[in-house]
């Protein structure tokens, strides 16, 4: 099955360059996710996909790798985002002011940021005690707030980690965790210089 499968392919490609593995499956259930993510796929879709929820994840995850081509045959490549953290950031701000408030996206934003610096500290925490549990709890969670503000970069690196802890594993943790507080590095510089405060002032939304 697409579990063993998985598996086998992880086991194959022993250091070799990762191939990314997106589960799609008729099981929306509590823990699938997990599950598809202990066995060592990167992603997960549930049934009836969309086109443009595809679409999203295999940009998303072939993101640093050749464009993907459209299903229609003519192989035209679909534009493959470079963006940093704090442009995905950005190009939510809209979005989230018009789903609650500038006020409400304003808060979201501040705690976001500070979510992001805790996380760190934890991350690298975990990192050095070697705890495969808390490394994957503050992962999953950075993951989720991640998600909700369109930060793809975070997430990726969040899942990532998430699925190495989960495994039992930490190696390669602290490169996944160092590479994370890059991005983190320039979401909380951009909180603190008033990057994101600018924005939603200039989207011109009612408090």
């Known amino acids: 099955d697409g579990y063993e499968a998985s598996r086998r392919i992880r086991a194959s490609e022993n250091g070799a360059r990762r191939m990314p593995i997106i589960a799609l499956t008729a099981h929306a259930l509590d823990g699938e996710r997990e599950k598809c993510l202990q066995s060592?796929?990167?992603?997960?879709?549930?049934?009836?996909v969309r086109a443009d929820e595809l679409v999203n994840v295999l940009e998303r995850w072939?993101?640093?790798?050749?464009?993907?081509?459209?299903?229609?045959g003519q192989h035209a490549a679909v534009p493959v985002p470079k963006e940093d953290a704090v442009a995905q950031i950005e190009a939510r701000i809209p979005?989230?002011?018009?789903?609650t408030s500038s006020a409400c996206a304003d808060e979201v934003l501040a705690s976001y940021v500070d979510e992001v610096a805790r996380a760190m500290r934890n991350?690298?925490?975990?990192?050095?005690?070697?705890d495969a549990a808390q490394l994957a709890k503050h992962a999953h969670s950075l993951n989720g707030s991640?998600?909700?503000?369109?930060?793809?970069?975070?997430?990726?690196?969040?899942?990532?980690?998430?699925?190495?802890?989960?495994?039992?594993?930490?190696e390669g943790a602290?490169?996944?965790?160092?590479?994370?507080?890059?991005?983190?590095?320039?979401?909380?510089?951009?909180?603190h210089e008033g990057r994101f405060l600018k924005l939603l002032a200039s989207t011109g939304a009612k408090p």
Not at 95 to 99: R, W
């Open 40 to 48: 060592g796929m990167d992603d997960y879709l549930s049934k009836p």
């Open 123 to 130: 991350l690298k925490q975990a990192v050095l005690d070697e």
């Open 62 to 72: 072939l993101r640093d790798r050749e464009p993907v081509a459209r299903a229609s």
């Open 174 to 191: 602290d490169a996944l965790v160092y590479k994370l507080s890059r991005e983190a590095e320039r979401i909380v510089a951009a909180g």
């Open 95 to 99: 979005k989230l002011v018009a789903e």
């Open 146 to 170: 991640s998600a909700y503000l369109g930060c793809q970069v975070v997430r990726e690196l969040c899942l990532r980690l998430e699925e190495t802890a989960r495994g039992g594993s930490l």
